[in-house]
Nanobody
Framework: QVQLVESGGGLVQTGGSLRLSCAASGRTFSDYIMGWFRQAPGKEREFVATINWSNSRTYYADSVKGRFTISRDNAKNTVYLQMNSLKPEDTAVYYC????????????????????WGQGIQVTVSS
């Protein structure tokens, strides 16, 4: 089992920044591909960003590309999502997720492939 706990959410004005953290415990962190997803009110959960185990490969949704940066610190068992130039449409509950990589050196954009999920954290961007 892997436990994931998000932190760093909150209320920010348009154009502001937030950094989300997701602390993992229970297994070897570097064995897992990590991803961030979000769910806005009345909408389905959607992919935001993902990173491979070694920090060498990342992938972003078009809606956040150039504004958000995913990174990880395997020594701290933590994945981050730096969010800049925030917009009201970024308002959502953000979830981190982990997929056992089984030796893969790639990332993962498919929600259904993730094995573990955090409880989610609210990010609200005011206009």
């Amino acid at each position: 089992q892997v436990q994931l706990v998000e932190s760093g959410g909150g209320l920010v004005q348009t154009g502001g920044s937030l950094r989300l953290s997701c602390a993992a415990s229970g297994r070897t962190f570097s064995d897992y591909i990590m991803g961030w997803f979000r769910q806005a009110p009345g909408k389905e959960r959607e992919f935001v960003a993902t990173i491979n185990w070694s920090n060498s490969r990342t992938y972003y949704a078009d809606s956040v590309k150039g504004r958000f940066t995913i990174s990880r610190d395997n020594a701290k068992n933590t994945v981050y999502l730096q969010m800049n130039s925030l917009k009201p449409e970024d308002t959502a509950v953000y979830y981190c997720a982990a997929e056992f990589r089984g030796g893969s050196n790639w990332y993962q954009i498919r929600e259904s492939e993730y094995d573990y999920w955090g409880q989610g954290i609210q990010v609200t961007v005011s206009s």
